[in-house]
């Protein structure tokens, strides 16, 4: 296929907006359609496609979004960094709703999801010791810092399976660990991504603090959709500003995730 974007965005459908010259591409992979159409236009000089992680009419949870289907199709389209904005809870009484954090690194405490492309004809094993792309998140950094944005970097981003929340003892026992904060998504998306060799940043939104972090009633979906909406624009002018400040050339070691394994079929 012809190289259609470079640039992945993975997120909410509040990005549709994002692009110019906007154009929607169906697209189907050998691990099933993607969670959505593929929205490939323009950010500046830079070619985007856009996958709404959930869905278009969010009917994906995030134990059953595809992630394979999502990056391989990417990758396919020509994508080679994928940028990942998110939603988190926070694990930190420091860190409170409207805070963003660029993580360095993730816990996995999913279940149950594939999180491999390599499930046949031997085992491929990749490093994956440091989860994000550092060139990546050294973009998101500044130009969050350079939009007036408090901003973390780096700390340890816990993924859960989901749908439910934490519970208040589970949420101590990641904050007893330091860890930062907690999302659902973030894993398997990362790996699959460094599967594929795609540089990968995840620009994590807090909207509240996990359960174990404050006292009351924890944290409802409702409080978390309503803060999020807010968010929506300042986090669309920050994913813009990230995609046009990206190395044309990758430097980071992420490309050559592959080098040196014999894999059992052809990447995209
Ligand atoms: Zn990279």
Known sequence: MVT?????????????????????????????????VVTVGR????????????????RFPPHRIPYRANLWALRALGVRQVLAPSAVGSLKAEYGPGALVIPDQLV????????????TDGAVHVSFSDPYCPAGRAVAVSAARESGWQTVDGG??????????????ESQWFAGNGWSI???????????ARELALCYTSISLVTDHDA???????VTHDEVLAF?????VRMRTLVSATVQALPEQRDCLCG??????KLPFELP
Do not use: C, K, W
């Open 228 to 232: 999020f909406a807010q968010n929506v």
């Open 43 to 58: 950010i500046g000089s830079r070619s985007v496609a856009f996958i709404p992680r959930h869905g278009r009419d969010h």
């Open 4 to 36: 259609r974007a470079d640039i992945g965005v993975i997120g909410g459908s509040g990005f549709y907006s994002l692009l110019d010259d906007a154009e929607e591409i169906e697209l189907n992979t050998p691990y099933g359609p993607p969670s959505d």
């Open 212 to 218: 174990g972090v404050e006292a009351g009633q924890g």
């Open 108 to 119: 996995d405490r999913t279940s149950g999801r594939v999180q491999t492309y390599y499930d």
């Open 182 to 192: 907690v999302g659902m998504t973030g894993f398997p998306e990362a790996i699959l």
């Open 256 to 261: 050559s995730a592959l080098d040196g394994i």
């Open 156 to 169: 340890t981003l816990v993924v859960i399976e989901g749908p439910r929340f934490s519970t208040r003892a």
